[in-house]
């Protein structure tokens, strides 16, 4: 079937000329939603996902409606308090279930399945250790041994990213996220995300879910010329306390922080070794 503008003479022929031209040559693509309704979308987004027990899906989307830096719908501390209970960060999802309860109160659509996870959490022995960077990752024992290219691979599927490097950038901030990296050692409500444009790592400082605060910080350069195998080290001295820390390519000097954790610093490390190597290519 082809379209055909209306018959018209003059002025009104080539304006409505220049309409049908406009509207049946830009792509929809072109447009975007406004982000309060993109905050719906993604919050619809995020529901389907836990819903069929996608985590790592859940959470881009998740992510993706941070980034919007606005003020989201009070479900969304819901869907958080459910990924962070999935992480094993028992405090802040009981925060985030009391967070949507207070925002909601009694008629709110998730009200009794945030008291019943507030009890639940509650309730949770405290002997229980908290989920490994590769429980995070893999859901299983650790992958650390694979090679460049199938840790790549794997990585690239589970976040269903579109490229290796998207990726491993998602996965950097989900450990990132979830070892916290504040500035200093009483500074616990934020955390370092990176972001990437082609060859350029910028790095952001995020507050927690008790606001969407979202900065630049003082990092952001081109990985081109780098020596590609990140170093890292941990101990005390830094930010105030004991920690873990990426030193930074370009100084040596510490970069990114995280609390202590050896597994949680050789993930990350690879990770980003890996990332920069990609963004080298």
Request: glycine letters at 6%; charged letters at 20%.
């Amino acid at each position: 079937m082809t379209l055909t503008p209306p018959p018209a003479t003059g002025p009104i022929r080539l304006a409505a000329l220049l309409l049908f031209t406009f509207c049946t040559l830009v792509p929809l693509s072109s447009f975007s939603l406004d982000p309060q309704f993109e905050a719906d979308r993604l919050l619809m987004a995020t529901e389907a996902a836990l819903s069929k027990g996608d985590i790592a899906e859940a959470r881009g989307y998740k992510n993706d409606a941070q980034a919007l830096n606005i003020s989201l719908p009070a479900e969304f501390n819901y869907f958080i308090a459910l990924l962070l209970e999935h992480d094993g960060n028992t405090t802040n999802a009981i925060a985030s279930f009391e967070r949507y309860v207070g925002q909601t109160g009694k008629t709110g659509r998730f009200y009794k399945e945030s008291l019943a996870g507030i009890t639940r959490l509650k309730n949770k022995p405290t002997s229980n250790t908290q989920t490994s960077a590769q429980d995070i990752a893999w859901g299983g024992p650790s992958q650390l041994s694979l090679s460049g290219t199938e840790y790549s691979k794997k990585i690239q599927k589970l976040y269903k990213a579109s490229s290796a490097a998207e990726g491993l950038t998602r996965h950097i901030n989900s450990l990132l996220q979830f070892y916290g990296t504040p500035h200093k050692a009483n500074d616990s409500k934020h955390f370092y995300e990176l972001k990437v444009e082609q060859d350029i790592l910028i790095t952001l400082l995020r507050a927690d879910n008790d606001s969407h605060d979202l900065r630049l910080n003082d990092s952001r350069f081109s990985v081109f010329g780098l020596d590609p195998y990140v170093k890292s080290d941990c101990g005390k001295g830094v930010a105030d306390g004991p920690s873990c820390w990426i030193k930074d390519p370009r100084s040596g000097q510490p970069w990114l922080i995280i609390k202590p954790s050896d597994e949680g610093i050789a993930e990350i490390t690879k990770a980003l070794t890996l990332l920069i190597r990609q963004l080298q290519r």
